[in-house]
């Protein structure tokens, strides 16, 4: 990737990635794809609280340098605040970034013991801390250098309940790796089977069960309807359970967790989120991304990605009956209709949520001292 005038007017800086693990999961698909980015001018070092895995083997295959600690990450560890303390005081790193809570814990007060100028915790989702935790993050939030949101909801919040001065609360959003498509065009509806697809975490928090619930009332009024599943998780028995209590193993497909979204998606007439939360959903960026049509809870970033009916479609959190409305809606569009919405998904995604924007917002704040 060319590199623009202004990453060279910067002083060189290492940038220490913090995260809980790098195994798999968003987080860790976040920092992957933040390794393919290409700094000659910077020093990137991606590491981990815990247990590496998936994500430490991708990064490393990126050419950047991974560090596991196998520390224990639960909170409040002093064993693991000590290490990581004598870790970032050796590393003399400029900028800490850690992600998610464990890793905005032990980074933020190890940061802060070690003497790093530039500080930055993140959050991807709105949290759920106990009445005593809150008072802990609301400490950290307050002294960090600055605090991080993957959507303006998130961010909002974390300003409203958890005291974080405007000033220093930053939306940058995620993003997607855009990479050449398959030259072959999208063949919507062309078997005759309405095809969905869901891929993410099997997780009580993504509400597959609620889309379960829906293609039961669906199927009862046409057989033309499939839904494939994609991902792993503790939902996973439970619902693949609930699909034989429906009857609906005709209908549903568990493919597990696969690498490449790409050929599901490709494949695919509506690709469905229907989560009770988010921060920002890397999978709907890349549905978005494949021109396939998109429908998501209005949930995280993802009413600042979506203007429904346009670019894609909204329907409000745990609310079945509108989403068999929303699905039957878009089931009687025309192929044309879907198309066009799919190719605007794409284009809305292009423009906004590349890694190079994503990569300018962070320079932003890792710049300032």
């Not at 600690?69 to 000590?82: A, E, F, K, M, Y």
């Not at 530039?118 to 400490?139: C, D, L, M």
């Not at 005709?250 to 009770?276: A, C, E, Q, R």
């Not at 879907?338 to 190719?343: A, H, T, V, Y």
Request: glycine share 8%; hydrophobic share 40%.
């Amino acid at each position: 990737m060319e590199k623009s005038v202004y990453f060279k007017e910067l002083d060189c800086m290492k940038i220490i990635r913090l995260s809980t693990f790098l195994d798999f999961g968003g987080i860790e698909s976040k920092m992957v794809n933040l390794s393919t980015y290409t700094d000659d001018e910077n020093e990137w070092v991606f590491v981990a609280i815990g247990k590496g895995g998936v994500a430490e083997k991708k990064i490393l295959s990126n050419g950047k340098k991974v560090i596991t600690l196998g520390l224990n990450h639960r909170i409040p560890s002093v064993r693991t605040l000590r290490e990581l303390y004598k870790f970032l005081k050796s590393e003399k790193p400029d900028v800490v970034h850690s992600s998610g809570a464990e890793a905005n814990f032990f980074g933020f007060i190890a940061g802060k013991m070690a003497g790093i100028k530039n500080i930055v915790v993140e959050e991807i989702g709105i949290p759920t801390h106990s009445n005593k935790a809150r008072k802990i993050f609301q400490y950290i939030f307050k002294y960090a250098d600055w605090v991080v949101g993957e959507s303006k909801i998130v961010t909002q919040n974390l300003i409203q309940n958890y005291g974080v001065y405007p000033s220093k609360a930053k939306v940058i959003h995620n993003f997607g790796i855009f990479q050449p498509l398959p030259s072959y065009e999208k063949e919507s509806g062309s078997s005759g089977v309405f095809k969905l697809v869901m891929i993410s975490r099997l997780e009580p928090v993504k509400n597959i069960d609620g889309v379960l619930n829906v293609l039961a009332k669906l199927v009862k009024g046409t057989k033309d309807i499939h839904l494939t599943i994609a991902g792993t998780g503790t939902s996973e028995s439970n619902l693949k359970a609930k699909v034989k209590s429906l009857h609906l193993e005709d209908y549903v497909d568990f493919v597990g967790f696969i690498h490449d979204p790409y050929p599901y998606l490709l494949n695919s007439d509506l690709y469905v989120l229907n989560s009770f939360s988010e921060g920002f959903s890397n999978s709907l960026v890349e549905a978005m991304y494949s021109k396939t049509p998109s429908l998501s809870t209005e949930v995280g970033a993802a009413s600042e990605m979506i203007k429904d009916g346009k670019n894609g479609f909204l329907v409000s959190v745990n609310d079945e009956n509108a989403l068999y409305d929303k699905i039957i809606n878009i089931m009687n569009l025309t192929k044309t209709e879907r198309l066009e919405i799919g190719k605007k998904g794409n284009a809305t995604v292009v423009q906004n949520f590349s890694l190079e924007k994503h990569i300018q917002n962070l320079m932003t704040i890792y710049a300032e001292k």
